[in-house]
């Protein structure tokens, strides 16, 4: 792609994004001349950038869910040293009202076992215990 092609695409995106805040259309077409870009080709780049927002939005609603969800599982579920949720754990839906929220449960070697105190200055990770 030539340096004119990539100026006339920036320069159709800003024209795109001045119509899109209210630039009126006696504005937009005196435009045109100037830059060379065909008011269909700006406004199928208006029209993918405003499906793209649209899908940004229902992300970010949907990330915002599922931090609720993962919030909720801590305070009703989290029980510190025996049922443990990461911050960012991996959630799943299931096929009702409600979700999968994954968690750590420990499990004693022996059943006579509880879980061992917690000492964060002792503190390892899974990976580095001997089995």
Do not use: N
Request: one cysteine or more; aromatic letters at 10%; hydrophobic letters at 40%.
């Amino acid at each position: 792609m030539s340096k004119a092609e990539v100026d006339r695409i920036q320069f159709c995106r800003l024209l795109a994004a001045l119509k899109d805040i209210g630039l009126t259309h006696e504005q937009f077409d005196a435009l045109q001349p100037i830059l060379g870009c065909p008011i269909a080709e700006i406004e199928k780049i208006l029209d993918r950038a405003k499906k793209l927002a649209a899908v940004y939005d229902d992300q970010q609603k949907r990330e915002a869910e599922m931090e609720d969800y993962a919030r909720r599982a801590k305070e009703e579920f989290e029980e510190d040293g025996r049922i443990e949720i990461d911050d960012f754990p991996a959630i799943s839906e299931g096929f009702d009202e409600g979700v999968y929220v994954e968690a750590w449960v420990w499990v004693p070697k022996k059943e006579s076992e509880g879980p061992p105190p917690y000492d964060a200055a002792t503190a390892t990770g899974m990976y580095d215990r001997d089995f």
